[in-house]
């Protein structure tokens, strides 16, 4: 396989909105819960805002609506909801990250596919520059085989190949 350049990047978040994430659940045995019919997060600053009508919704209820209560820290609030049991769930405002290419680091060199072509991969951004050496395929001991690096001797010199060119329509192109 090929291996090609890549251009190493920082990856830069920045928060474009909050979503919801729960980070605590429970069962209760409740006959009653009281709290908000709704709720609203900032979507600058996360800040939740509890909203609606207060009401009461008994274990006997025919329908039995989702309530939001008790707003701490400005981003995490609490929701019971029913499903045939009464469930608490602790919840809280999560940013939402939008990511893109950052300060260069580095010029890496990798098969190919080993990193997108233009984008991230693990904590990083990668641009894919071009290939390191060009797939070439000779039959030796007749047996096709691809190289992956190559040497031509120069005054008697060994001397690794970097790049490559080839005539194509009478114009010299970069391999």
């Known amino acids: 396989m090929a291996r ?3 251009n ?3 990856r830069v978040g ?3 909105g909050y979503g919801i994430s729960n980070y605590a659940s429970l069962t209760l045995g409740n006959d009653s819960w009281i709290g908000n019919t709704s709720y609203s ?3 600058s600053t996360g800040v939740v805002t509890l909203g609606g ?3 009461t919704v008994y274990r006997t209820d025919a329908s039995k609506p989702i309530v939001f209560t008790q707003v701490y820290n400005n981003n995490e609030w609490e929701e019971y909801r029913w499903g045939g049991y009464l469930q608490y769930l602790k919840q809280r405002s999560s940013p939402i990250y939008t990511y893109s290419r ?3 680091i580095e010029v890496i060199e990798a098969e190919d596919g080993a990193y997108p072509d233009d984008g991230i991969s693990g904590i990083y951004w990668y641009v894919k520059l071009g290939v390191v050496f060009p797939e070439l395929k000779s039959k030796i001991d007749g047996t096709v085989k691809t190289a992956n690096s ?3 001797k120069v005054d008697g010199v060994l001397k690794d190949i970097d790049k490559m ?3 194509i329509d009478g114009i010299l192109k970069e391999v």
């Open 4 to 6: 090609y350049y890549y």
């Open 8 to 10: 190493k990047y920082n």
């Open 14 to 16: 920045t928060i474009t």
């Open 41 to 43: 997060i900032n979507q």
């Open 53 to 55: 009508s207060v009401i």
């Open 102 to 104: 950052g300060s260069f």
């Open 150 to 152: 190559g040497w031509v």
């Open 165 to 167: 060119w080839t005539k």
